[in-house]
């Protein structure tokens, strides 16, 4: 199955991709989505834009950015394709690029790319992969060095959640927003949050774990993120 956004992937060769250019300036391909899985490293700058939520799936929970109210929404994408906050999530920005293991047997990681994007052309546009001499260009070596990065952030996500985990400070919870002059509210639910009462009651050897390791100071950017929910029910995405 294709991780979310993506189409079609195929391992990005000078061969096949000599001439291909990337202009990655149109975000609609996350038109649609309403969270979007987001790193711990991140979690400093999501917070000015975005509440930082966790939902679980069969492998485990995983920290999201939450960008709509509804499902298929995404209030952070205009008509024309422009992002309305500075920051993007660095799964967004990741794309049409990922890694993949070229086989089962295989423990190395390979550059993909979707094709299906509508910043790929052959016309000249945007970044090249490729220079002349099927040397990768400087923004395709770059490109892989982010990607490495974002591999490795994405795996310090789940020893973080684990560790939320194992202490039970995660609880499932809704957000509920009721306009001015309206009767009924709107609800934003399925996702999960540290629990306060449970965080204040751990013993003092568990709080210096969490922060000898960096997870205390994510906890707490995760918990002042979630005065962000106004500003979303509110369509006032952009900090005042």
């Known amino acids: ?7 079609r992937l195929t391992a990005v060769s000078s061969t096949a991709h000599t001439d291909l250019n990337i202009e990655a300036n149109d975000y609609r391909f996350a038109e649609s989505a309403n969270v979007i899985p987001v790193g ?3 979690f ?3 917070l000015s834009h975005y509440p930082i939520v966790f939902i679980k799936s069969d492998t485990g929970y995983t920290p999201v950015s939450v960008v709509g109210t509804e499902a298929g929404q995404n209030l952070f994408v205009d008509e024309s394709g422009k992002w ?3 920051y993007l999530p660095a799964y967004v920005r990741r794309y049409p690029f990922t890694v993949a293991s070229v086989s089962e047997q295989s423990k190395s990681l390979t550059v993909c790319i979707d094709e299906t994007y509508t910043g790929c052309n ?9 220079n002349q001499d099927k040397s990768q260009t400087e923004y395709l070596q770059k490109t892989s060095q982010f990607l490495q990065q974002f591999e490795l952030d994405f795996r310090r996500n789940k020893l973080f959640t684990e560790k939320l985990v194992e202490l039970d400070l995660l609880e499932s919870t809704e957000a509920t927003f009721i306009p001015e002059g309206a009767k009924k509210g709107r609800k934003l639910d399925g996702f999960f949050v540290v629990n306060r009462e449970r965080l204040k009651q751990l013993d003092q050897a568990d709080v210096q774990e969490l922060h000898q390791s960096g997870a205390l100071e994510l906890i707490y950017l995760h918990l002042a993120s979630l005065a962000r929910f106004s500003a979303l029910f509110n369509s006032n995405l952009v900090n005042s």
């Open 122 to 130: 052959r016309e000249g546009r945007g970044d090249a992969l490729f």
């Open 84 to 86: 309305l906050v500075p």
């Open 1 to 7: 199955m294709l991780p979310m956004f993506y189409k």
């Open 44 to 46: 400093s700058q999501l």
């Open 40 to 42: 711990v490293s991140e």
